[in-house]
T-cell receptor
Framework: GEDVEQSLFLSVREGDSSVINCTYT??????LYWYKQEPGAGLQLLTYIFSNMDMKQDQRLTVLLNKKDKHLSLRIADTQTGDSAIYFC????????????FGSGTRLQVQP | DTEVTQTPKHLVMGMTNKKSLKCEQHMGHRAMYWYKQKAKKPPELMFVYSYEKLSINESVPSRFSPECPNSSLLNLHLHALQPEDSALYLCASSQGSRNQPQHFGDGTRLSIL
């Protein structure tokens, strides 16, 4: 089945690194995504990783994938107040449907 | 700025009204999606169009009627909605082939009186 889990809340100080974690259960996932949602806005695609990769880096963002443990993480370096938002991980089920399964979202609060 | 444009941004309607939500993209994407998002929850898939044909309907009530007039446009026609249908309605698009990321609009915030 498809199930994606995230912790609900993370608070960090400005300038620190943030690590947002996600676990998934579908071993046949092909792509795993991170989206950011600010209040009153839609979802902004941040980055994604193919399931045969271990790591992907894009400027301040680093995605780590541990396929054995079905664990995905998003690290934000030098976290800024503008990074405060809800972060969703999502997996694309490879069972033929073009559909994403989202985690419950992690609310990141950045304190000045 | 998002490349998927949704109108209107806000909509208030009574339970007997008929209204439509609109979504437009000019990225040449061939798959388009409607999602419903309740407060403090992740988006839930409603419909998927692939090459202008409905490919997924997630058992959505018939008071929601999607339409894809062409590859750039996606509508969601609303009729006789219930208060529990109040939510943020998100449109997304992706390239027609599989394993392509979905790009979302900013949504329409719908309130049913």
């Amino acid at each position: 089945g498809e199930d994606v889990e995230q912790s609900l809340f993370l608070s960090v100080r400005e300038g620190d690194s943030s690590v947002i974690n996600c676990t998934y259960t579908d071993s046949s996932s092909t792509y795993l995504y991170w989206y950011k949602q600010e209040p009153g806005a839609g979802l902004q695609l941040l980055t994604y990783i193919f399931s045969n990769m271990d790591m992907k880096q894009d400027q301040r963002l680093t995605v780590l994938l541990n396929k054995k443990d079905k664990h995905l993480s998003l690290r934000i370096a030098d976290t800024q107040t503008g990074d405060s938002a809800i972060y969703f991980c999502a997996e694309e089920f490879s069972g033929g449907r073009r559909a994403l399964t989202f985690g419950s979202g992690t609310r990141l609060q950045v304190q000045p | 700025d998002t490349e998927v444009t949704q109108t209107p941004k806000h909509l208030v309607m009574g339970m007997t009204n008929k209204k439509s939500l609109k979504c437009e993209q000019h990225m040449g994407h061939r798959a388009m999606y409607w999602y419903k998002q309740k407060a403090k929850k992740p988006p839930e898939l409603m419909f998927v169009y692939s090459y202008e044909k409905l490919s997924i309907n997630e058992s959505v009530p018939s008071r929601f009627s999607p339409e894809c007039p062409n590859s750039s446009l996606l509508n969601l026609h609303l009729h006789a909605l219930q208060p529990e249908d109040s939510a943020l309605y998100l449109c997304a698009s992706s390239q027609g082939s599989r394993n392509q990321p979905q790009h979302f609009g900013d949504g329409t915030r719908l309130s049913i009186l």
